[in-house]
């Protein structure tokens, strides 16, 4: 059975480009723990902002899958970046990435700078939450 999710939007608020303002689900909720950019069976990180952001989707997406879930059902991202302008200036293959996981599907998300990841090689680092009622 297929999660209905709702769109919450504020009355007169422009519709925002790439996420949702607010989601409304019902039921269990999975959530998957932050994911970075690597290959989860070596260690091995791509180089590049854009191929670490791109394997850090498909490793939500694995944990999603595993959780009988898909990415239609995710409700909220929060993506941590170590430098936002690294992430604004591969925007456009974020974008393609990010369109070929969720595939028109804008779930709630925060991108935060951070000084940080527990990974050294790292340079994004996704976590998320789906609703599976």
Not at 2 to 22: D, F, H, I
Not at 28 to 53: C, H, N
Not at 108 to 131: F, G, P
Request: glycine fraction near 10%.
């Amino acid at each position: 059975m297929a999660t209905e999710l709702k769109v919450v939007q504020p009355q007169g608020w422009p519709r925002p480009k790439g996420y949702s303002n607010g989601m409304l689900a019902q039921g269990p909720l999975l959530f998957v723990a932050g994911q970075v950019g690597w290959d989860p069976r070596t260690g091995a990180f791509p180089r590049g902002f854009a191929a670490q952001f791109d394997q850090a989707l498909k490793n939500v997406a694995a944990v999603l899958e595993a959780g009988q879930a898909t990415p239609k059902q995710v409700t909220r991202l929060t993506i941590y970046v170590v430098d936002k302008r690294e992430y604004l200036g591969a925007l456009k293959e974020v974008g393609a990435a990010f369109r070929a996981t969720f595939d028109g599907h804008y779930p709630v998300m925060a991108l935060v700078q951070v000084v940080a990841l527990v990974e050294d090689e790292a340079r994004v680092e996704i976590e998320a939450t789906a609703a599976l009622g």
